[in-house]
């Protein structure tokens, strides 16, 4: 059963999604690719205690890597993605070729793309640290201003 609430953030409204008390989805307002809202249960705060701590202790730069249980949902090779962006380390950044190259698929970086963009776990699953190879900053689900502010603040740049 799914249950969802919505917590205040730096970043803005947040839309945490917990399936069986486990989080399966973190949505901003806006977002591409964001399911519709009578997809994400009923509103209860209860399931979201440790996922609202990690968050806060994040946007208050004392948090570096989530340990949150999550259950993500999509094909195998979006799951291998999401596992792989988990692996980029906070203040840094990967292009989309490095991800499908540690993927073993080196010539899968667009597949990469669509499936980072697919993420339904953002920030928490930091699909925000993937950038293009000319290190510019390229789509972002959430906008390419918020994804500024997310790796500058992960940088070092200050809170938001």
């Known amino acids: 059963m799914k249950h969802h609430t919505v917590i205040d953030s730096p970043y803005g409204p947040l839309t945490l999604v917990a399936d ?13 690719h964001r399911p519709p809202q009578e997809t ?16 806060a202790a994040y ?3 004392e948090l570096k890597e989530f340990t949150l249980e999550l ?6 090779f979006q ?4 596992q792989e962006l988990r692996r980029i380390p906070y203040g840094e950044t990967r292009t989309y070729g490095e991800l499908a190259a ?3 698929s080196p010539t899968a970086s667009r597949a990469v793309g669509l499936a980072n963009g697919r993420n339904p776990v953002g920030i928490i699953v930091p699909c ?17 201003d918020r994804k500024r502010l997310l790796l500058d603040f992960e940088r070092g740049a200050g809170l938001f």
């Open 128 to 144: 925000h640290r993937v950038i293009g190879a000319n290190g510019s900053l390229t789509g972002y689900g959430g906008g390419l």
């Open 20 to 32: 069986d008390g486990v989080l399966c989805g973190l949505y901003m307002e806006a977002q591409r």
């Open 59 to 61: 946007f208050a730069g």
């Open 40 to 55: 994400f249960g009923v509103r209860d705060d209860t399931p979201f205690a440790e996922a609202e701590e990690q968050l």
């Open 79 to 82: 799951r291998r993605v999401w």
């Open 102 to 104: 540690a993927l073993g």
């Open 71 to 76: 259950r993500l949902t999509g094909t195998p």
